[in-house]
């Protein structure tokens, strides 16, 4: 009886004991679940600084490229696609590759301001002007030839006509992109966001009622169409250009500087990686549709793409807030030599823009036959987008992850590398996968636009993951850190 009351007696003893522990380590959980809570809302606020106004201000810009579309398809069909091919194919083209240089200035400005280095973002600011008006000079032709451009790749007469005749009257908006996107890369590096945000809505009311003017008003037709973003794009100029000058960067603009000129080939260098980067996926979609322009019934085609790619870019502009977030966030860390920083805001930035796309792809399969009545009467047209809506909310999925991994890949300064998995994906899979889809398998727009997302856009996406899981953070701390000091010697 002793020996049981003394195994009884330890056995009570124990409990206390395992429910201590059990207390403990429940308590031990909860700390760290309030630690990464905590974590991950300092992060997200940090983040949403730049994400908020970021969305504001390129969905303001982006209305305007809508408003526009949306103007001329009241006007007809024809006018419809004429300006859609000139906004997605010639803006487009010239677009993406002076957006992707101007990306350089992510790396550059974001690691710079990370690492307390204030008075090189003027500079680096400045050389990216000169590179991106020599790049606008070498680009006119783009807008000079557009209508014997567009009938060499198969786009009907009357349409590449009309496309070319609107892109003459946008040669003003294509200089405006030399300075805009430098100026908005600048001030974002130093989260001046709501400056950006504040003037992007003044442009949007400017343009609002010089689309009217013009269009209405005066009647000007597709002539007045392609005019009206001259103005808002210009408003976009001056304005940061002088909340700039005018005292609003104290620190990072001290006057022009002949410093600028110096270093040019090396600036040059980057920036061409950056933009070609960028280019090659922004491309990606205008060859979408000049592919959809050779189909049969092609005004309808191009309408209905055109219509969805408007949709898909409006939305676009939500992951490109957080291409631009991401970016300065991942810079400013690792300008700062926090690699652990710099993976968690990544981790951080990624989640938040999947859920966003998990619930543009839910509205899209829910409404995807309400789309396109802001853009187009037709009936053929509302019935080709619906068909093509499936496609749109994958599209818009894939692209909530996407432009995430390619902010990360900016603000390490991986753009050479990016450029290549880009060049691969799209050019080596997506387009022969979209050709072989739409005519050898008679699949038209619709084979079209799945072989090149899925056989391009997945893959980039896949391996862009890929290699972001497996970074070694701290060594890209210590990379940046290297990489500031040689920018810096070379001012």
Known sequence: MSGNGAVLDNQEAKVPLLQGLEEKTKRDDDIVVQDLACRVGVESKKLWQIVGPAIFSRLTSYSMLVITQAFAGHLGDLELAGISIANNVIVGLDFGLLLGMASALETLCGQAFGAKKYYMLGVYMQRSWIVLFICCILLLPLYLFASPVLKLFGQPNDIAELSGKAAVWMIPLHFSFAFQFPLQRFLQSQLKNMVIAWVSFVALVVHIFISWLLVYKLQLGVVGTAMTLN???????????????????????????????????????????????????????????????????AEIAVDALSICMTINGWEMMIPLAFFAGTGVRVANELGAGNGKGAKFATIVSVTTSVIIGLVFWLLIMFFHDKLTWIFTSSEPVLEAVNKLSILLAFTVLLNSVQPVLSGVAVGSGWQKYVAYINLGCYYAIGVPLGFLMGWIFNQGVMGIWAGMIFGGTAVQTLILAIITIRCDWEKEAEKASLHVLKWSEAI
């Open 231 to 297: 103005f808002s794009w210009w408003v976009l100029v001056f304005g940061h250009l002088g909340y700039t000058i005018c005292g609003g960067c104290p620190l990072t603009w001290t006057g022009f500087s002949t410093e600028a000129f110096s270093g040019l080939w090396e600036f040059t260098k980057l920036s061409a990686a950056s933009g070609v980067m960028l280019c090659l996926e922004n491309w990606y979609y205008r060859i979408l549709i000049l592919m959809t322009g050779n189909l049969k019934n």
